[in-house]
């Protein structure tokens, strides 16, 4: 697929997804939830385009649960356990979170700072989105 300026836009996600440089994959049918949809499957936006997936996802940022790293690493990928990546992570990160929450100091065990990727809740904020 190609990537386009919609693919930088959080709010134009929705104009990526079951196009061209997406997989168009469902979940399994849920036995539980999903009985809105057809068959019980939603979509699983996957891209096809470089950066992958992380073109169709309204660029959040999420990390992953530690417990899978442990996982991987048990499986025999070594190096993938959680205390092994996190350091990466950390590297990565910029995080502003309590500058913007006035919450006070973050903690730095927890989040990366001066990194080159911004880690920070949705900005700017829609007024409408409050009402």
């Known amino acids: ?12 996600c929705g104009d990526v997804q ?19 949809y057809t068959g019980q ?15 169709l996802n309204y ?3 999420v990390r992953g649960d530690a417990a899978d790293y442990d996982s991987w690493a048990a499986m025999g990928n070594h190096g ?5 990546v996190l350091p990466f992570f ?12 006035g919450a006070g100091a973050l903690n730095s065990s927890a989040h990366g700072f001066g990194g080159p990727l911004p880690v920070r809740y ?3 904020a829609n007024p409408l989105a409050e009402a």
């Open 41 to 55: 499957k939603s979509n699983w936006p996957r891209g096809k385009l470089l950066g992958g997936s992380s073109q």
């Open 122 to 124: 949705k900005s700017p």
């Open 90 to 101: 950390l590297r990565s990160e910029d995080a502003t979170l309590a500058r913007e929450t």
């Open 80 to 84: 993938w356990d959680w205390e092994s």
């Open 1 to 12: 697929g190609e990537s386009g300026i919609k693919h930088s836009i959080p709010a134009a």
């Open 59 to 61: 660029m959040a940022y």
């Open 18 to 36: 079951l196009v061209d440089g997406d997989w168009q994959l469902k979940t399994t049918p849920q036995a539980t939830s999903h009985r809105a």
